[in-house]
């Protein structure tokens, strides 16, 4: 079992910037490619982006290439997913996600899920 809990969501303005940290415990979390995910309301999860578990391969979708940056702190079972230029439509839960298998990760059929954290951007 791995136990994963986010945190650091909140209101910003848009074109400011947020890192939601995520913290694994339980199996050996550097075995564990790491994602991040979000909810719209109303709307299916969708994939934002993900870290291998040796933190050098990672993989963004479209919308957020080049705002959003995802790092890991293997030692300390962390894994950041740092926001800049935020957009009001980037409002959503943002969900971390763990799996052994890069190719689940990316296709959002992770192992495990944190209880994710509100991010809230405003105009």
């Known amino acids: 079992q791995v136990q994963l809990e986010e945190s650091g969501g909140g209101l910003v303005q848009a074109g400011g910037s947020l890192r939601l940290s995520c913290v694994g415990s339980?199996?050996?979390?550097?075995?564990?490619?790491m994602g991040w995910f979000r909810q719209f309301p109303g709307k299916e999860r969708e994939f934002v982006g993900a870290?291998?578990?040796?933190?050098?391969?990672?993989y963004y979708e479209v919308s957020v290439n080049g705002r959003f940056f995802i790092s890991r702190d293997t030692a300390n079972n962390m894994v950041y997913l740092q926001m800049n230029s935020l957009k009001p439509e980037d409002t959503a839960v943002y969900y971390c996600?763990?799996?052994?298998?890069?190719?689940?990760?990316?296709?959002?059929?992770?192992?495990?899920w944190g209880q994710g954290t509100q991010v809230s951007v405003s105009s």
């Open positions: 996600a763990a799996d052994l298998h890069w190719g689940r990760i990316v296709a959002g059929q992770n192992e495990y």
């Open positions: 339980g199996r050996t979390f550097s075995d564990y490619n």
């Open positions: 870290v291998d578990w040796s933190g050098t391969k990672s």
